[in-house]
């Protein structure tokens, strides 16, 4: 479920020469990487995947009223101000003015919407199974795509920062389930249980990853992914990302949490 996005990028508006550090800016910055587009994308994942969860762990199974608790967890006003709030403080004390100039471009500016358009496509099953086949092929090829993003990955340790955020949401989606009655699991039982899930996530999140990337990036013209690519090594680049994935961890903490809860007290409802 806490799939989250890499390091989204897009055209922001140079507010001058003198360096503009993150409090109104990182609003602004955050909103001209797509932050709304993007929270109603992760919305309308999370209603998908409240039929798979209501199936898989509610007695009754998916039913309307669960897809209305769900679509009450899954606020778009909330979310985004959990992610506002971590994107803020991740971004405290970090001279904007090397990332404006960046994505005060048009290839800033494609970018970010290749990469929201191809997280809207990969909603799609169908599409996101041909994305990591894709992918598959093109590691088993070395190909340099395969290789571009491999490198792009790599600059923003992108791969541990997402395996650590599903984790993270996995963990806080328990203790929903035992906060909310669904289970006597001690603090200890859940870390164990959510940690022998570790491989398997890397593998599940890992195959996702190059495939939602390969496919995002394909259309950049020779050079913009590279030129991206080292500036996600930048001191300022890193931050960058270390903010988002602040912001969206967050959400997505908080979501889980929610939603364990929610599935908690359906599931002693129907016992009674």
Do not use: C
Not at 29 to 51: P, Q, T
Not at 167 to 179: C, E, K, M, P, T
């Amino acid at each position: 479920m806490a799939r989250l996005l890499s390091a989204v990028v897009s055209v922001f508006l140079v507010l001058g020469s003198v360096p503009t550090y993150a409090s109104e800016a990182s609003d602004t910055l955050l909103s001209a990487l797509g932050m709304e587009r993007m929270v109603e994308l992760m919305r309308l994942e999370g209603l998908e995947y409240a039929v798979e969860l209501g199936d898989e762990m509610l007695p009754g199974g998916y039913t309307e009223n669960w897809g209305e608790i769900v679509s009450r967890v899954y606020d778009t006003e909330a979310m985004a101000v959990s992610v506002r709030r971590g994107f803020a403080k991740g971004l405290e004390g970090v001279d904007l003015a090397p990332l404006e100039q960046f994505f005060y471009s048009p290839k800033g500016s494609t970018i970010v919407e290749l990469e929201l358009s191809a997280r809207e496509a990969m909603m799609e099953r169908a599409i996101e199974d041909a994305a990591k086949e894709t992918a598959r092929g093109f590691e088993l090829a070395g190909d340099d795509a395969f290789l571009l993003v491999k490198d792009f990955i790599a600059a923003g340790d992108l791969l541990e920062a997402n395996v650590t955020g599903a984790l993270n949401s996995n963990i806080q989606f328990y203790r929903g389930l035992v906060d909310g009655g669904a289970f006597d699991l001690s603090e200890q039982d859940i870390l164990e249980d959510v940690w022998s899930q570790e491989e398997e996530t890397r593998a599940e999140t890992r195959d996702w990853l190059y495939g939602f990337l390969i496919m995002a990036y394909m259309p950049l013209e020779p050079g913009v992914l590279e030129s991206y690519t080292a500036l996600s090594k930048t001191p300022e680049g890193k931050a960058l990302n270390a903010a988002l994935f602040e912001g969206f961890d967050s959400m997505y903490g908080d979501i889980s949490y929610g939603l364990g809860l929610a599935a908690a007290r359906e599931m002693m409802a129907e016992d009674i």
